[in-house]
């Protein structure tokens, strides 16, 4: 058996074991195919634009805005390219563009979770 399967193997044991006494989250690449079977996956999003700025003041303004911007279209691409953003039937999308900072963002993926009865 390969390295990399039995790594994945023993985290889904890991996983639920805890499961049975705790409320967990994991995040992963491709955790739809690992674990398919997770009760809730919750994809987190925002425009391009609004990625772009948040990316653009991460950076300090090191490049410039449309910089930023064709390098999340590239990585957006890869990513749909590679199965990255796979969303399956449990998924919750939160859209974050309009969230000021991290805390209001949390707060939406919060309530996000209590509607759909997560919480």
Request: proline share 1%; hydrophobic share 35%; charged share 35%.
């Amino acid at each position: 058996m390969c390295y990399l399967l039995k790594k994945i193997i023993k985290s889904i044991i890991i996983i639920e074991s805890y499961k049975k006494h705790f409320n967990i989250i994991v995040s992963a690449r491709e955790l739809v195919d690992i674990y398919p079977n997770m009760d809730c996956h919750i994809f987190v999003t925002a425009t391009l634009e609004e990625r772009a700025k948040r990316r653009f003041n991460q950076l300090g303004g090191t490049i410039s805005l449309e910089e930023v911007k064709k390098m999340l279209i590239e990585s957006d691409f890869l990513h749909e390219k590679s199965g990255f953003n796979k969303i399956c039937k449990n998924t919750i999308k939160v859209d974050i563009t309009e969230c000021k900072d991290s805390k209001e963002s949390a707060k939406k993926v919060y309530d996000e979770c209590k509607k759909a009865g997560l919480i």
